[in-house]
């Protein structure tokens, strides 16, 4: 009872839709566990797309029979590189030749209560060239039973590690096949060993997925042939097809919790225990009240016989004188025979109740075990009912970027930033975010707005732009067909007047001056020194002449009233962008 109680107390199942999300590690976890040298941490390597040979990955690997991984490590990344993101779990290898199993399974409990809480799938990893279960490994999954318990099996998947998938490989076993099939050691055959061992040694009667991942098939020159990385992509997928596809998953409970929840269920025993002894007691002592009358009982008959006897040893002596006196003797034995039969037979009745009653004891103290047992049940469900109203809030995932304003108005009160949320401005990321130390994108600082893209274009920035465009003019003409100006002949005449010869000597400024006052009279006078004079008829005429102006394109055209700034936007409001990073 004590064995069953610890593996149901050590592990719990909870539905996806129950499950409480860890924000600090993503799921799915895969937790992956086997013996000493199978392969655990270079498959946790290649899992996460890294060449499980270089140093940059994030597990250790080493040869040799010791183990390199003395702790619980986990980490965290992309399925294959590339994926969706998820956790996986290397937990040290047991049968290890130092021969710290219990110290490391007690660390193992620790982490995977503490850090890793739940888990989709259960990796354990065998060697495919090993097919016997050895001493060891019948050791280390008796222990992983017995930490787990028999459900462990429910999420559990066997990787088979060390099995050569390149073309070469896959030719000799199918050839070997073929021929001799009695040697065949496919993948087939491989299942069905393991299977029939697991049946036979731990009595599992499911049989179990199976994954033949080739980590090294990662690391170079390998990585360069295409049919192994074809069979490594089908066989991942196997892994992850299983690990998505279970609808519970595997809650972890450590030694600790085991242990209290252990006295608990002790302190609930003995008092059970107190009950059946003390009610066993009361039956101790009335059956021990009623075999010391069965005793007294007894001895009344031997009495009663040592009497009859007597008395029919004297009524043989008086038989003769006295047959009556005999007749009544013999009905007296008669009658003190029947009273023991019947005694004997309420002494026998006796004990049948007192049995009754225990037995009624009995069921009276498996009833109260199953009223635990059903209280038990009872808070398991008021946990589940805790966790589906708990899981009904929705959380944006992480990477989220939404618009934020700390207040409704400028005159309203300031909130503060939500826990889990970071301003996209360019500064740094805080811990615990799995991206801490990293920038987010500045948005808010070069006032950027968001728009749909590829998934490949994700956090491309684009600088602003105008679409190309051009402003056409089909041309225009003016024209002059020509025009002309004429003048016709004219003369123009000068009247008579006197010649007036002055002297000789006469001054000509003095003869102006006295000319222009002369007589009071205005008029006009041409000097002249001879006879009268006039001037010749003449014309002048203007030629006619054209302008012709060509046609021309400007390929300006004019612009309507608009509203100018130093920038091209919609109507819009400022905001804060915010980003999830934990």
């Keep these: 009872m004590g064995f069953h109680a610890l593996t149901f107390l050590l592990v719990l199942t909870i539905t996806r839709s129950q499950l409480i999300l860890d924000p600090d590690l993503p799921d799915p976890r895969i937790v992956i566990t086997g013996p000493t040298g199978s392969g655990k941490s270079s498959m946790a390597n290649a899992l996460l797309g890294c060449d499980p040979r270089s140093s940059e990955c994030m597990f250790d690997v080493c040869d040799g029979m010791d183990s390199c991984t003395k702790k619980t490590t986990y980490g965290t990344g992309q399925w294959l590189g590339e994926g969706h993101n998820f956790t996986v779990v290397d937990t040290p290898g047991m049968m290890d030749s130092d021969g710290e199993d219990g110290l490391l399974i007690e660390e193992m409990l620790e982490v995977l209560k503490e850090t890793i809480k739940h888990s989709s799938t259960i990796l354990l990893v065998l060697k495919g060239t090993e097919t016997r279960f050895s001493a060891g490994l019948q050791d280390m999954l008796t222990k992983m039973t017995m930490i787990?318990?028999?459900?462990?099996?429910?999420?559990?998947?066997?990787?088979?590690?060390?099995?050569?998938?390149?073309?070469?490989?896959?030719?000799?076993?199918?050839?070997?096949?073929?021929?001799?099939?009695?040697?065949?050691?496919?993948?087939?055959?491989?299942?069905?060993?393991?299977?029939?061992?697991?049946?036979?040694?731990?009595?599992?009667?499911?049989?179990?997925?199976?994954?033949?991942?080739?980590?090294?098939?990662?690391?170079?020159?390998?990585?360069?042939?295409?049919?192994?990385?074809?069979?490594?992509?089908?066989?991942?997928?196997?892994?992850?097809?299983?690990?998505?596809?279970?609808?519970?998953?595997?809650?972890?409970?450590?030694?600790?919790?085991?242990?209290?929840?252990?006295?608990?269920?002790?302190?609930?025993?003995?008092?059970?225990?107190d009950i059946i002894t003390r009610n066993i007691s009361q039956l101790m002592t009335r059956m021990e009240a009623n075999e010391e009358n069965d005793r007294t009982q007894d001895a009344t008959i031997d009495r009663n016989e040592d009497t009859a006897?007597?008395?029919?040893?004297?009524?043989?002596?008086?038989?003769?004188?006295?047959?009556?006196?005999?007749?009544?003797?013999?009905?007296?034995?008669?009658?003190?025979?029947?009273?023991?039969?019947?005694?004997?037979?309420?002494?026998?009745?006796?004990?049948?109740?007192?049995?009754?009653?225990?037995?009624?004891?009995?069921?009276?103290s498996w009833d109260e075990l199953s009223k635990v047992n059903q209280d038990l049940n009872e808070v398991s469900q008021d946990l589940i009912e805790v966790t589906e109203e708990v899981q009904s809030l929705h959380l944006a995932p992480l990477g989220t970027i939404i618009a934020w304003v700390n207040k409704p108005t400028t005159s309203s009160s300031v909130a503060d930033l939500p826990e889990g949320w970071w301003r996209c401005d360019g500064s740094a990321i805080p811990h615990p975010s799995i991206w801490a130390g990293q920038v987010t994108p500045d948005l808010n600082g070069e006032k950027r707005f968001l728009r749909g893209g590829k998934y490949s274009e994700m956090l491309k920035l684009e600088d602003d732009m105008i679409l190309d465009h051009a402003h056409i003019d089909p041309g225009h003409s003016h024209s002059d067909t020509g025009h002309s100006h004429t003048q016709s002949s004219h003369y123009h005449s000068l009247p008579h007047f006197p010649v007036y010869n002055p002297p000789e000597d006469t001054d000509i400024t003095e003869m102006f001056l006295n000319m222009n006052n002369r007589d009071g009279m205005d008029f006009y006078a041409h000097w002249a020194k001879g006879n009268e004079g006039y001037t010749t008829a003449t014309s002048s005429e203007i030629y006619s002449a054209s302008a012709s102006i060509s046609s021309a394109k400007s390929g300006v055209s004019t612009v309507a009233d608009h509203k100018k700034g130093y920038e091209n936007r919609p109507k819009n409001m400022i905001v804060t962008y915010i980003m999830r990073i934990f």
């Design 309 to 364: 006897e007597r008395n029919i040893s004297q009524l043989m002596t008086r038989m003769e004188a006295n047959e009556e006196n005999d007749r009544t003797q013999d009905v007296t034995i008669d009658h003190n025979e029947d009273t023991a039969e019947t005694e004997r037979n309420l002494l026998r009745l006796d004990v049948n109740r007192n049995n009754e009653k225990i037995t009624k004891v009995n069921q009276s």
């Design 148 to 273: 787990f318990g028999d459900q462990w099996w429910d999420y559990t998947v066997i990787g088979v590690s060390f099995w050569k998938l390149d073309q070469a490989s896959i030719d000799e076993r199918e050839a070997e096949c073929e021929h001799y099939p009695t040697s065949c050691k496919n993948e087939e055959w491989f299942i069905g060993e393991v299977n029939t061992q697991l049946q036979e040694k731990f009595h599992i009667k499911r049989n179990l997925s199976y994954t033949f991942i080739d980590s090294y098939s990662q690391a170079w020159p390998d990585n360069e042939d295409p049919v192994q990385q074809q069979h490594f992509e089908e066989e991942t997928k196997v892994l992850w097809e299983e690990t998505m596809s279970k609808n519970e998953t595997i809650f972890f409970k450590g030694i600790d919790d085991v242990l209290e929840e252990n006295t608990a269920m002790k302190e609930r025993i003995k008092w059970l225990e």
